[in-house]
């Protein structure tokens, strides 16, 4: 995330901080479609969804098979951007979420995705997701889609699943499921988690990163045109120790 507008950094959203509903509308407005113009909305703002990089772009895809899943599906089949073909009714929308992260293999809800609320400027509407889903195959119990390999996979000892389109199996408390590697991990150090979480809870001023599955902490501070740091006006700097 370190080619990301530094200021933007204030405005990151980790897991579980704001509760979102996801939709795909036609080029009229009308929800339901598939494919169609993806929409986000957590009753006070009601928007499009856009990846304003090409690292946006290149892990998109896990980020699709979870808006599938939210919208009502369980796998993506085709994720793009609008470019120059949009719509008239997508300038009627603002930017709702910007930069989201839902790692490469997806994550069973959105409530374990990392995102952005854009800033003025950050986004344009050729940059709106357009999304095409589909329903994947049917897992037998105590089994998850494996969208990697377009295949039911069994659960790892100590978990378990529903099977049907679960994309995910339900770990034991303090442990997490890893959708990269697609099995449970246990949270390090003091963090902790419920059964069946997609991410640890974090102690107080630490969050939860998606990609490490660590706890990390930001810290802030002011530089001049040289990198001084420890002054009162200047570039604002984040730093979490790895970006």
């Known amino acids: ?102 790692g490469r293999g997806g994550q069973s809800s959105f409530q374990s995705c990392e995102y952005y609320q854009p800033l003025p400027g950050d986004c344009t509407h050729a940059d709106d997701i357009l999304l095409s889903c589909e329903v994947g195959p049917r897992c037998p119990a105590d089994h998850f889609y494996n969208n990697q390999l377009d295949a039911c996979g069994a659960c790892p000892p100590g978990a378990s699943s529903g099977g049907n389109y679960s994309v995910a199996c339900e770990c034991q408390a303090m442990h997490y499921w890893n959708s990269h590697l697609h099995t449970c991990m246990a949270c390090p150090g003091n963090s902790t988690s419920q059964p069946g979480a997609t991410a640890c809870v974090c102690p107080q001023g630490l969050y939860w990163e998606l990609d490490s599955g660590m706890c990390l902490k930001w810290s802030f501070t002011l530089v001049d045109r040289y990198g001084n740091p420890g002054m009162r006006s200047g570039l604002l700097v984040a730093d979490n120790g790895r970006a």
């Open 1 to 102: 995330m370190s080619s990301l507008p530094l200021l933007a950094l204030l405005c990151l959203f980790t897991p579980g901080s704001s509760f979102w509903k996801f939709y795909i509308v036609d080029k009229d407005g009308n929800p339901g479609a598939n494919p169609g113009l993806l929409i986000a909305d957590n009753g006070r703002v009601r928007g499009t969804v856009c990846a304003v990089s090409d690292d946006d772009f290149a892990i998109g895809k896990g980020s699709g098979i979870t808006m599938c899943r939210e919208a009502g599906y369980n796998y993506v089949w085709q994720w793009s951007r609008a470019g120059n073909n949009t719509w008239p009714i997508q300038h009627t929308f603002p930017f709702a979420l910007s930069h989201m992260d839902c």
